[in-house]
């Protein structure tokens, strides 16, 4: 009878490209796992040159590395447990996305992914060639394991041909990254192996890289459909799971809950913001606070994400900024413990009405003279970066990069954004919530740190007298729904309007979405929370004339 295999998850935080520093974290959950007696340990999907490497992974030098790398680290598996560990191969004139199994000083096998996924924020197929038929089944310790790579078994020829080749167990190592109905999407899907009756183990990496959140949330699922919640989502950790092969089941002394509804998308912002900032050695973030919600949301993220010390807010007033803004600035910084500057901005205006002056004589002040105000805000921003070191956070939200209600080169200015893939009214949902809780993890202080008169007075962008956002754009939980049916769902404009809309509301948005398009490919990143987020997910041409009639 074949003895039960302890098997240590490690769920990490790999950094793409840093191929000597993921090394070093698998050299760590190595020395951990020798520790603890495990007979195995397993890190993420391409864990050494990192996921989602895209186009590095077309740079010869970088495959190499990374192969030298685990190579390096086959050398020191000799009387220590064996390692499955992800990263790009190159042979025979291929280049594969690979789980490597590392044993007693050497290579023991390879398995190639088969499913390259092509579609939404995945482009696999033009940077690697699949896997053959032929599947790997790897014999350990008297125990048929199969290994697959994340998008192999969401779909079900791979496990079918492991199950028909006699896998007795399946090891997964993942790249997924999170959004707010993976967790129903992982637990369902996966019914083609779930069929099988042959237990797996998901090991997923965390972390934020670039418009992609990784949550982790590794887990174990035995043969009858009983799962494990072995590790949390958006924390790194390890975890020594017991795999019986007399039973087919697993088990473990740990256990973990998952987060769910707005925790789980603010603690996805949170870790999107802070890595990005991090990983890219940011020494903070500075923005510009104007006493509305998305800035005051924006701090809060990145207050949570960085610490208050890390995070610098300026209120830039014009002649048109309210009193009730420059309070509720204030008392937003002072609630986050954030340093916080104001910088008046109005003898900048004032230069340039005079310099175009004669340019723009005869002619009456529209959305010109706003637009010279946000520009010189993210001038007054971007001097501060260039000075300080401080990356220029964005504020804008999806309904607004949606409809181009956003200036190019003003607000839209910076290095990230937060708030890119939530809608306005998630916006304030986000708030409303973030007040009344203090996320896992967060750096930031509890209370209402958002005050309630930011939340509930009418949205303006203070650009001219007396000005609403409403003057210029449906109300909120109007535009929200049609953008979501014609952003997220793709929805014909008939299956729009069947909900009540107006037309002409209805075909004056899509006209706007089209032509914002321009705007939206010089935005800077946001990490991805919903099914569809403007930029990896979304690829329209900006010159474009269909319109649906």
């Not at 490690?10 to 190595?30: C, K, M, S, T, Y």
């Not at 020798?34 to 992974?57: C, M, Q, R, T």
């Not at 607004?400 to 956003?406: D, P, R, W």
Request: with cysteine; glycine share 10%.
């Amino acid at each position: 009878m074949s003895k039960k295999l302890r098997i240590l998850v490690a769920q990490l935080n790999p950094v793409v490209g840093d191929i000597g520093g993921n090394l070093e974290l698998a050299r760590g959950a190595l020395a951990e796992g020798k520790a603890a007696g495990a007979d195995l340990v397993v890190l993420s999907e391409l864990f050494i040159l990192g996921y989602p490497a895209e186009d590095l992974v077309l740079k010869p030098a970088a495959v190499e590395d990374s192969m030298q790398a685990v190579r390096d680290l086959a050398a020191e598996t000799d009387g220590a447990p064996d390692i499955i560990i992800g990263s790009p191969w190159a042979e025979d004139g291929k280049r594969y996305n690979s789980a490597v199994w590392l044993s007693g000083g050497a290579i023991k096998g390879r398995y190639d992914k088969r499913e390259l996924p092509n579609y939404g924020v995945f482009d696999e197929k033009r940077i690697f060639d699949a896997g053959d038929e032929n599947l790997p089944v790897f014999e350990f310790q008297g125990v048929k394991i199969g290994v697959a790579i994340c998008e192999d078994i969401w779909y079900p020829r791979v496990p079918s041909l492991l199950h028909d080749a006699g896998a007795e167990m399946l090891i997964v190592p993942n790249g997924s990254p999170w959004r707010r109905t993976v967790q129903v999407e992982r637990h369902t899907t996966f019914s083609a192996w779930r069929k099988t009756g042959v237990p797996y183990l998901f090991v997923n990496q965390v972390g934020g890289q670039d418009e992609l959140v990784f949550d982790g949330s590794s887990y174990a699922v035995d043969h009858d459909g009983t799962e494990h919640q072995l590790l949390g989502d958006f924390v790194t950790g390890t975890a020594l799971v017991e795999y019986d092969p007399a039973t087919h089941r697993f088990a473990s002394e740990a256990k973990a809950e998952l987060t769910e509804g707005w925790h789980a998308e603010y603690r996805a912002a949170v870790m999107a913001l802070g890595d990005y900032v991090n990983k890219n050695r940011f020494p903070g973030v500075v923005l510009g606070m104007s006493g509305g919600i998305d800035s005051a949301l924006t701090a809060a993220i990145a207050v949570d994400a960085l610490g208050p010390e890390r995070v610098w807010c300026v209120m830039m007033p014009s002649k048109y900024t309210s009193s009730d803004s420059l309070e509720d600035a204030k008392a937003c910084a002072e609630a986050l413990g954030v340093t916080y500057d104001s910088i008046n901005i109005a003898p900048g205006v004032g230069a340039l009405d005079e310099m175009l002056g004669e340019q723009f004589a005869g002619t009456q002040p529209d959305t010109t003279e706003e637009n010279i105000q946000s520009r010189l805000r993210a001038v007054t921003l971007m001097a501060l970066s260039n000075k300080f070191g401080h990356m220029v956070v964005t504020t804008g939200n999806k309904s607004e990069m949606a409809v181009g209600y956003a200036t190019l080169y003003g607000d839209m200015c910076g290095g990230y954004n937060a708030l890119k893939d939530f809608y306005k009214t998630e916006v304030f949902e986000l708030a409303k919530w973030r007040n009344t809780m203090v996320p896992r993890g967060a750096l930031g202080p509890g209370g209402e740190v958002i005050p309630e008169r930011i939340i509930t007075k009418p949205p303006s962008a203070e650009l001219r007298e007396d000005q609403r956002d409403d003057d210029s754009l449906p109300p909120y939980d109007v535009l929200d729904d049609i953008l979501r049916g014609l952003v997220d769902a793709e929805e014909p404009i008939e299956a729009i309007l069947a909900r009540g809309h107006d037309r002409a509301v209805v075909k004056r948005i899509e006209h706007l979405l089209y032509i914002a398009e321009y705007k939206r490919r010089q935005a800077p990143p946001g990490v991805k929370v919903g099914g569809k987020n403007f930029g990896r997910d979304r690829r329209y041409p900006i010159t474009n004339r269909f319109r649906d009639d």
